[in-house]
Nanobody
Framework: QVQLVESGGQLVPPGGSLRLSCVVS????????MAWYRQVPGKARDAVAQ???????KYADVVRGRFTITRDAAKNSVFLQMNSLKFEDTGVYYC?????????????WGQGTQVTVSS
């Protein structure tokens, strides 16, 4: 059974910090590059950070230097430390594999976690 459970999102002022967490099914976690994706209304769901099983990381230009993705094998979890948050970081954040997991013929997504950057 696939498990992707995101948490940690909340309302935060500009310049603030948040740490998102995602618990992943063990078999998925141990064999896949994992990523955090961001969904903004009216736009495609884009990956903002990814991490390989060997902990090599890659970031989208818009978050590089502010966000840090990590993974913890003991917890089968992926984390996203978000610093110096901006209004445009607002969105629903999802974790998933790279490429995204497929359930039957459709992409499988967890419920996501809402991040709102507002004063």
């Amino acid at each position: 059974q696939v498990q992707l459970v995101e948490s940690g999102g909340q309302l935060v002022p500009p310049g603030g910090s948040l740490r998102l967490s995602c618990v992943v099914s063990e078999n998925i976690f141990r064999s896949n590059t994992m990523a955090w994706y961001r969904q903004v209304p009216g736009k495609a769901r884009d990956a903002v950070a990814q991490i390989t099983t060997g902990s090599i990381t890659k970031y989208a230009d818009v978050v590089r230097g502010r966000f840090t993705i990590t993974r913890d094998a003991a917890k089968n979890s992926v984390f996203l430390q978000m610093n110096s948050l901006k209004f445009e970081d607002t969105g629903v954040y999802y974790c998933n594999a790279v490429p995204v997991l497929i359930d039957g013929s459709r992409p499988y997504w967890g419920q996501g976690t809402q991040v709102t950057v507002s004063s």
